[in-house]
Structures are given as C-alpha cells and as structure tokens.
Antibody, heavy 117, light 111 residues
Framework: EVQLVESGGDLIQPGGSLRLSCAASGFSVSDNYVSWVRQAPRKGLEWLSVFYNGGSTFYADSVKGRFTVSSDNSRNTLYLQMNSLRADDTALYYC???????????WGQGTLVTVSS | DIVMTQTPLSSPVTLGQPASISCRSSQGLVHSSGNTYLSWLQQRPGQPPRLLIYKISNRFSGVPDRFSGSGAGTDFTLRISRVEAEDVGVYYCMQTTQFPWTFGQGTKLEI
C-alpha cells in the first residue's frame, strides 16, 4: 500500500530555515515522480516542485533558489529544504506521488509550516 | 507557465441534481507522448486532496461513476451526474503536461 507521511513542520521566524520530510512506503521515491504542494490558509493548492528520475528536479518560480528537494534512498524519504522563509510561505505542505496516471494520485496528510515573528 | 482558469469559483448545488465545473488552460495540454495530462481533484473540508479524474476522462480507483470528465484542447469539464452530500468540497483542475505543473483556482461546491 502506498503511503506518504510528511513531518518537520514548525513555527519559524522570517528569514529562517526548515527541512520537511516525506517518508514513503509502498513505492520507491527514486523510481517515481514525487511532488511538493502547499496550501496557504483558506487558499488554493500551489505546486512547488517535483523530484523524478532519481535526481532530477523542477521548481516553481515562487520557490526557485530558496527551496531545494533531495532524497535519501536508504530511508526512501524525500526532503524539502526551505531557506529564507517569509510570512507568505505559511502553509500546509503536502507531498504527493504521480504514478502511471500522470496525475497526483497519492497524497500525504500534510505538515504545517508557520512563518511568524 | 500554463494558467488554469476554473468557472464558476463557487457553485451552489441541490442534492440529487447534476453539477458541472469548467476548466480552461492558457495553452493546449497535449504532451509529446500524445497524452493530455489534465486531472481533477477533490478536497473535502479538513482533508488532503484526492484524485478523481486523470487524463481528461479516466476515473481513478474507487471514484464513483457519477463523476465524469470530458474535453479536449484547452477546454475541460468535470460533471457530477447526481450530487450527494459527501461531494461538498473544493474541486481543482490541474495540468501535469508541462513544468511547472499548475492548478486551477478551485471551485467550491456547496449544498
């Protein structure tokens, strides 16, 4: 059974850094497309990045240069390193898997990041 | 970037009646593979999003057959044949044809 579990969300001051984790089971992160998506309070979904082909990445302009995705194959876990955090990065952060559907077909429950002084 | 525009943004519906949501993309969504990666997701209150429809018209595993998708080119539609109470939530279209992948603004379905 496919499962994604996000963790690492916290209250962080503006300008700070945080690393989120997405622990995967039932599939291999290195063999699939795994995305990060966020949802600000009472707002819509925003796609942030994708990790695919074992090490390729693509980022939305809103996070390019500040956020970095990496993986630990031994832990089958995806990470989102977030630097220079701003108040508008406050959101629930999800990781999601794309399989042969080509869509985001499996989602975690999300982890909450609050950027505030 | 491909912009996804949904209409309406809010849709009051009646139980047992049909409902539809439109999604328009700023560019065609046909991938070099020949597939069109347009999907629909449902987000119930307090829940993560859930995939309903992929590649325009394919229902994902476990999705009731009252949900259907159609369209081509830049215009796509999600239809619910008979709305049930559990269908309340926000619906998003999404394109995964071209990076960056993008969502529509969301359509709130309310009874």
């Amino acid at each position: 059974e496919v499962q994604l579990v996000e963790s690492g969300g916290d209250l962080i001051q503006p300008g700070g850094s945080l690393r989120l984790s997405c622990a995967a089971s039932g599939f291999s992160v290195s063999d699939n497309y795994v995305s990060w998506v966020r949802q600000a309070p009472r707002k819509g979904l925003e796609w942030l990045s994708v990790f695919y082909n074992g090490g390729s990445t693509f980022y939305a302009d809103s996070v390019k240069g500040r956020f970095t995705v990496s993986s630990d194959n031994s832990r089958n876990t995806l990470y989102l390193q977030m630097n220079s955090l701003r108040a508008d990065d406050t959101a629930l952060y999800y990781c999601a898997l794309s399989t042969e559907t080509g869509a985001l077909d499996n989602w975690g429950q999300g982890t909450l990041v609050t950027v505030s002084s | 970037d491909i912009v996804m525009t949904q209409t309406p943004l809010s849709s009051p519906v009646t139980l047992g009646q049909p409902a539809s949501i439109s999604c328009r993309s700023s560019q065609g969504l046909v991938h070099s593979s020949g597939n069109t990666y347009l999907s629909w997701l449902q987000q119930r209150p307090g829940q993560p999003p859930r995939l309903l429809i992929y590649k325009i018209s394919n229902r994902f595993s476990g999705v009731p057959d009252r949900f259907s998708g159609s369209g081509a080119g830049t215009d796509f539609t999600l239809r619910i044949s008979r709305v049930e109470a559990e269908d309340v939530g926000v619906y998003y279209c999404m394109q995964t044809t071209q990076f960056p992948w993008t969502f529509g603004q969301g359509t709130k379905l309310e009874i």
